[in-house]
């Protein structure tokens, strides 16, 4: 295979976006996306909420997603294509104490415009048998620590979106310009090549860079390499000793199935949809994400400390059971009786310190790291990053005509605010 | 055993300074020090090479290392406790590029009245047949990139100790005051208890903290933990998925002997010791170390591309042959006919992201971490710091009585500057 001038790993949401402004802002350049499933976005992108949100307290987070939910809108409104994007918005039910916790944040959004609203107790008391008030008496409740709901928190530029649809128009985009993909091909290990070659290992004196990689199809040489594979990165990583910065951890969703479910997924009042937003209770970040078609639901929650960062993808129901269950079921009683219809486990590479993704560049690679849990809302964005940072540009044009500068989500010059907003 | 208010994993520099400062400063604490190894400062510890300087850009790691090294020749002048601390000084030979590069560094060092001095070739002149102008005709310094040195920029505030000996102050003190230690035992994982009992696996909803260790002697349970295990510190925490932001890489050490080498070691102009300064030469980092002891050099390199992320730890005589030997041969010709008279390899954690160390608390554990080559030369203030945040003071007082912000080195709340003056 003749040389590429990009090779990028990963054909995820991250990896086609990159592809995609790479291959238009360098026309003529032969780049080629590889992955090791038979098509593009079909790894743990395949496996995400595919919600997006505005609704961050740092300046990075939120750029980053503002102008990729407006391209996005973009491409659904005016480009018409359909990516199923639907602005559901986030209801975020929040207790008394953590009201308080979240109000310097909030107030934070409200000064940078970002589409929020407070909601009291008389508009949360539309969305059908929702208990605000819980039983203190309860025993359960007690040792739950559940709080009662105090206010809710609307963000109203949220939503969802069909991420495969979403990748599928990168990929289109991407091969209509030139650019090549090369599928079911797993990537087993970096090449590392001296600049002055002698033979042997590289040495610390050779000035070595990292040229192409090798696979079950051979090996493959490019100029420049962008490692876009998400949670597997230190796997390709660790063996060359670069830190990628993020860790992988399981993150589980199950699908609830329940005839009085119904009634509220339908709810007037919190969008044009009239669909009940996607919901956060107010512990352990448990949510709910209505799903139209099937009349089901999707939930899920943070889980932290005790999972081990290991690339085990196996859904537990005894999960849902212990930890999700008893804590859904007491604000929603309708969850009473529901089953779990479908589950499936995905990996997050989480834990960068910040909370705010990485792009940079060590030795002719360009690794993106940490982008999970807002990848598919920060995608474009960060495809543009990535281009611009090929070009050796200072800054990236975000959608919109936004400018922001590459260096600071960077490792060695970065410039971040410390993200807060964790749903 | 009965609960411990706090346990402090590893026995090494680190955990030995933290220990003290927690034992000195929470005066009635049960404390107990646990580790595998038959006695403090026995890892990695061990394997530094136990220089210190106070040559850093950053604020952070440059107020860090000066008040510990106050504190280390306070020790050793004012105590009189003999840690065999000399301020032999670290001398930087750069090339003409390599000067440019570092200007703005120097310059900012120098406006903050840091030690430094640059050095004219009349000066290096003065060491014993050190090359400042290799032939540039030769093939072999054509491949390896060697550079003509144009200056020395020398730290006279810098210099070399026994860590085996402050350890061992440490230690003392701490059991003065009360403390214990447990040796000889392997932590084989960190306990996590729900603070509402239920059984099971600790639920998501139980705000869980960790609480002790199962070791081979048993478990030990404690109010409070201190991490201080260093390059193995993963080990712990990736099972319980917190991440240490660090990871572990070889670095070794080779100890050069030849009969040529005695005037090099013995070099007047540079120091009251009449010792030549550790060096480090103007390429990948390659730096010589006198010993005056047994008239040897210690060498070693930086390695980073290609250089697993392991816990490896076989030093690799090849790896001076190839990497090292080409190089400081040039400079040095006297290490021509060197023989390896003995070798030994240890752990860096090393990659933080912006290259200072992390002291963070989770879940009742406080992490300490990154420390890896500048442990030794920051473990006074390092183990300060780790007391105040134990005691939930907003600032520790480091050695001379100044002040340092805890979450300062925090992850929520980090505030450091990149640290760009990297040997």
């Known amino acids: 295979m003749k040389a590429q001038d990009v090779i990028i ?21 032969k780049i080629l996306v590889v992955d090791r499933e038979p ?6 992108t395949a496996k995400a909420a595919a919600m997006f949100r ?18 996005y809108s973009h491409l659904q409104n005016e480009v018409n294509y359909d990516i199923h994007l639907k602005k559901t918005g986030y209801l975020w039910l929040l207790g008394r104490r953590q009201f308080r916790e979240y109000s310097s944040i909030i107030r934070r959004m409200m000064e940078r ?26 025993e359960e409740t007690k040792y739950l620590g559940l709080e009662n709901i105090h206010k809710g928190l609307l963000g109203s530029k949220c939503g969802e979106l069909d991420q495969s649809e979403l990748v599928r128009f990168y990929r289109e985009e991407f091969e209509k310009l030139g650019g090549e993909t090369l599928f079911n091909t797993k990537i087993h290990r970096l090449i590392i090549t001296p600049k002055n070659e002698f033979g042997g290992p590289p040495f610390v004196w050779q000035n070595p860079k990292i040229t192409g990689v090798t696979t079950n199809n051979g090996e493959i040489y490019g100029n420049r390499i962008v490692l876009a594979t998400g949670a597997y990165t230190h796997e390709l990583l660790d063996p060359i000793g670069i830190d990628n910065h993020s860790k992988p951890k399981k993150r589980q969703l199950f699908q609830l199935e329940c005839s009085d479910l119904e009634e509220l997924l339908f709810v007037k009042n919190f969008n044009e949809h009239g669909i009940l937003p996607f919901t956060i209770l107010p512990k352990s970040e448990v949510y709910i994400k209505p799903d139209e078609t099937t009349k089901r639901f999707w939930t899920g929650c943070a889980d932290d400390l005790g999972r081990p960062f290991s690339l085990d993808v196996t859904p537990e129901k005894s999960f849902y059971e212990f930890n999700i269950r008893p804590i859904i079921t007491k604000y929603f009683p309708q969850f009473e009786n529901a089953r779990i219809a479908n589950k499936l486990a995905g990996l997050y590479a989480c834990n960068t310190i910040d909370g705010n993704p990485y792009v940079f560049e ?22 543009r990053i990535v281009d611009a940072l090929y070009r050796k540009k200072e800054e990236a044009e975000l959608y919109g005509s936004v400018m922001f500068r590459v260096s600071d989500i960077s490792t060695e010059k970065r410039n971040v605010e410390n993200e807060e907003f964790v749903i």
Chains 1, 2 share one sequence.
Do not use: W
């Open 39 to 44: 098509g593009a976005g079909q790894g743990n």
């Open 54 to 71: 505005n609704t961050f307290s740092s300046r990075t987070s939120q750029v980053l997603s503002d102008t990729s939910i407006n391209f």
């Open 362 to 383: 060590e030795y002719g690679l360009i690794v993106i790291s940490g982008c999970s849990g807002s990848g598919i809302m920060k995608a474009d964005a960060i495809g």
């Open 113 to 138: 415009e970002i589409e929020i609203r407070i909601l009291k107790k008389d508009e949360l008391n539309k969305i059908p048998k929702l208990n605000l008030e819980l039983n203190k008496n309860h």
């Open 9 to 29: 790993l990963g054909a995820g949401i991250i990896g086609m976006s990159s592809a995609y402004y790479l291959q238009k802002n360098n026309p003529g350049k």
